[in-house]
């Protein structure tokens, strides 16, 4: 008890010093919490993405052996996929839907445009209507059945705010999109019409937008207008439940190579068992880099505790000196200025600690997704704190416990 006192009043007389070696403590804790709480937000995110995926659905796509995906011969006429495939393989068995994508959007996705009435513009999303989408309006109406083969429009609330004062007075309005004039029948209501991106496998998963909606027909029509889109990239697929969705796959893989004999190259399928290799390699990571950045920064503060310690032990050998020729032990020497350091130690990790929390809560609000502390990385910080203290106020300690009585009373 006598020994703790003896350090917290050695420690009192020297604030600025103390300050300063807390500082590089509580630095080094700050970074380590804050680096594995992001690393374990960035984890989780991921697994939500691959959990809110449907493990009905999955994408088939085509590595070529050339980079072209075509035979020398025939690359003029032969292509991976084309739209004539997508009929014949509705039929395999336990195919639900199989849809195409075209220059990297999904057909049933959305396709950009600026759109424009009387000399103003602005830009839209314009997606397909589906059958059991259930749509809020301001104005306007809901389509119907003869608007099937109608050129029409439902606009967002953004799009025709940014064209009319007024939305309303968009109504019964044509509206240019790229080329293509669209009547506009009703407006909607942005706040409750908001759903997410992504799609498949991947994607923005959290990202909300709002599109404006067209007939099925009139935005297959101006898909085609864009000379990338009749390009099919890739195949998504949902299978029927009680379908393996991998069976199902490698089943339209074998057909598509059928129908496609001189292609040069390989049709393929995401397989399960790499995004499960890709997660752990992920987790793997994120902890081997936590542990390096816990070394460095406790390496780095452990310095300038050790630096503080030697500083101290200069200046008091006098101290040091007349302890020893009184009696005290070269152990009791030692054991308080190891305490000293410890007790830096402990208190910049506490401080650290806390300062660590507070800025997760507030990094958390600008990288799009939950820091999220754990209890490892507390336990990570308490270890690190101590064999800090431990292992860098050991070397003045010890150096203060092996100084001679006589020449530290005369120095």
Known sequence: MGLLKNSLANLKGHKLRVFVALLWIIIGITS???????GNGFQKEIKKSVNNANPNKTTISFESADNTGLTDDM????KPFNAKDLEELSFVEGVERIAPTRDGFNLDS???????????????????????????????RDFSLDDEKRKVIILTQQSASEVFENPEDALGHGINVNGTIFEIIGVLDDSSNQQQAGGFLGGYQDMQFVTSLIPKKAFDSLMSQNSYSNEIY?????????????????????????????????????????????LESINSNVNKYVSIITVVAMFVGGIGVMNIMYVSVMERQ???????????????????????????????????????FIATNYVSKYIG???????????????????????????PAFKASKLDPIKAIYK
Do not use: W
């Open 32 to 38: 380590v919490i804050l680096v594995s709480s992001i």
């Open 75 to 78: 690359s003029i006429f032969l």
């Open 110 to 140: 959305t396709y950009s445009s600026q759109a424009s009435f009387d000399k103003k513009t602005t830009y839209v999303e314009v997606g397909p209507v589906k059958k059991d989408s259930k749509i809020n309006l301001i104005c306007g």
């Open 234 to 278: 890739q195949l998504d697929l949902v299978c029927s439940k009680g379908y393996n969705v991998n069976e199902v796959a490698n089943n339209i893989i074998a057909k598509l190579y059928e129908m496609h004999p001189g292609i040069n190259g390989s049709y393929t399928t995401p397989d399960p068992t790499e995004q499960t290799a890709y």
């Open 318 to 356: 006098r101290e040091i000196g007349i302890r020893r020729a009184i009696g005290a032990k070269p152990r009791s020497i030692l054991f308080q200025f190891l305490v000293e350091a410890v007790f830096i130690t402990v208190c910049g990790g506490i401080l650290g600690t806390i300062v660590g």
């Open 369 to 395: 997704f939950e820091a999220i502390p754990s209890l490892n990385s507390l336990l990570y910080a308490i270890l690190a704190t101590i064999l800090t203290g431990v292992v860098f106020g050991l070397i």
